[in-house]
């Protein structure tokens, strides 16, 4: 079965400073996707970035990283030079396979991230 | 522009009634979702559509039920209501893989339910 962690419940960070959020991951499948997802107070879902199992290189999206070591099972976001618009819940999702287009996401439990002044 | 549209966005019913929630996507996809949010469980897969007349239990499926007559809708139906069944409930679609192209899911603005 497919499993995403997200130990951290909430983070705090200040303006400006680089953040990471935490995403470990368990699956027997050989290709797999991981995706991070923003939801804002307002409650809409936002895609931000997308890691495939054989990609070479870590995924990056503007202030958006994903921190990939597969060996770890660990795919973490790291958010650069975090603005007052990054405070959300932050969502890590797997997908495993890589037939079909569009395999369902097993999604963890989010990370709650408030930036400060 | 495409979009993916959930109604109502707020529903409060009665323990026991059928409730259905629509899900209607104009993006053309063949795979559509539906989740349900609650706290300390994040998002939790209700069914799955891999295109018309196809139909998949999820991780709860348990007192839903879905159908696909058509592409761009995915009705959920909640047979007998139940306080468990409160939440946030989220559609979603996405399209197939072309060329190594990421296929996110792309999520309408969710259905606030509450089972009294």
């Known amino acids: 079965a497919q499993k995403i962690t997200q130990t951290q419940p909430g983070m705090f960070v200040q303006e400006k400073e680089a953040v990471t959020l935490d995403c470990t991951y368990d699956t027997s499948d050989p290709s797999y996707g991981l995706f991070w997802y923003k939801q804002p107070s307002s409650g809409e879902m936002i895609f931000l970035i997308y890691?495939?199992?054989?990609?070479?290189q870590n995924a990056t999206e503007g202030r958006y990283s994903l921190n990939f070591q597969k060996a770890r099972k660990s795919a973490n976001l790291v958010i650069s030079a975090s603005q007052l618009g990054d405070s959300a819940m932050y969502f890590c999702?797997?997908?495993?396979?890589?037939?079909?287009?569009?395999?369902?996401?097993?999604f963890g439990t989010g990370t709650q991230l408030k930036v400060e002044l | 522009d495409a979009e993916i549209t959930q109604s109502p966005r707020h529903k409060i019913t009665e323990t026991g009634r059928q409730v259905t929630l629509a899900c209607h996507q104009t993006w053309n996809h063949n795979n559509m979702f539906w989740y349900r949010q609650d706290l300390g469980h994040g998002l939790r897969l209700i069914h799955y559509s891999y295109g018309v007349q196809d139909t998949n239990k999820g991780e709860v499926s348990d007192g839903y039920s879905v159908s696909r007559s058509n592409t761009e809708d995915l009705p959920l139906t909640l047979e007998s209501a139940a306080s468990s069944q409160t939440s946030v409930y989220f559609c979603?679609?996405?399209?197939?893989?072309?060329?190594?192209?990421?296929?996110?899911?792309?999520f309408g603005p969710g259905t606030r339910l509450t089972v009294l």
């Open positions: 979603a679609s996405s399209g197939r893989l072309a060329g190594g192209r990421v296929n996110e899911q792309f």
């Open positions: 890691q495939g199992s054989y990609d070479q």
């Open positions: 999702a797997m997908r495993t396979g890589l037939t079909g287009g569009g395999n369902k996401l097993t």
